[in-house]
């Protein structure tokens, strides 16, 4: 894989201030405050700063940490591993493998009920998500079963919910 490489006036330059600080800085976003803590989206997660693929949604689980949660990255060499002894503590950081942007942080031997045992604590605005295509969201109260249930209506008068379009429709394929 081809490194990105930029100067930090670069990075500055293409990065909101928010996202140069975590990305550039290794700072943390506030817990519960990123985008995707809770989202479900199917998709792929790209590096905010260089559009690398590094995690995807069928290993995201619920940690209820604040931060989204992986229990493996999208392959290992998407990613590389700094031992960071800030905050008194030894811990794992995490950085994109192709750019050298902070990530977050991957935690072992949690008990968390995922194949890994592991939790990659990642910043929301470290990544872009991309939902898998075709993919839209449902809102509440819709579902996709409604028009397959309405017989003889035409796909698009069930969507458009135009009765007296429909009616017409099928009266006259009656006087035929
Ligand atoms: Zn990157």
Redesign the pocket.
Known sequence: MDK?QRTEAQWREMLTPDEYQVLREAGTEAPWAGEYTNTKVEGVYR?R??G?ELFRSGEKFESHCGWPSFYQPASGDAVELIEDRSLGAVRTEVR?E??G?HLGHVFEGEGYPVPTDQRWCINSISLTLEPAAGLRVIRAGETSGDTAQTPGMTRAAAISGAQVGARSLWMGTRRR
Do not use: G, I, K, Y
Request: charged share 10%; proline share 0%.
């Open positions: 990105v590096c700063a260089c690398a994109c192709r750019c942007s």
